[in-house]
């Protein structure tokens, strides 16, 4: 059983930041994906890092950066220049699609 947790999330005003992290509770294993699901929408991938690099949805290309700090098992999601469409709950789950976190919610104020 690996347990994620999510953290960060909160009420900014638009063009504000927000860090999100994520605590996985193991160690080693592939970076945890960064997913969201705004409301009465799809859950929609939103960031992975790989040894390869740092990908992203076109939707947040720029604004938006993944980071890992393998000391603390936690992936962060960097959030700058929030647009009212960022609104969501935002997950993060393991890359082999079997376990997320119960998500944080962001709200983006316009």
Request: aromatic content about 12%; overall charge neutral.
């Amino acid at each position: 059983q690996v347990r994620l947790e999510e953290s960060g999330g909160g009420l900014v005003q638009a063009g504000g930041s927000l860090r999100l992290a994520c605590t996985v509770s193991r160690s080693g294993g592939n970076v945890p994906d960064w997913y969201r699901q705004a409301p009465a929408k799809q859950r929609e991938w939103v960031a992975t890092l790989t040894s390869a690099g740092a990908y992203y949805s076109g939707s947040v290309q720029g604004r938006f950066t993944i980071s890992f700090d393998s000391a603390k098992n936690t992936v962060y999601l960097q959030m700058n220049d929030l647009k009212f469409d960022d609104t969501a709950v935002y997950y993060c789950m393991t890359d082999d699609g079997m376990y997320w976190g119960k998500g944080t919610q962001v709200t983006v104020s316009s």
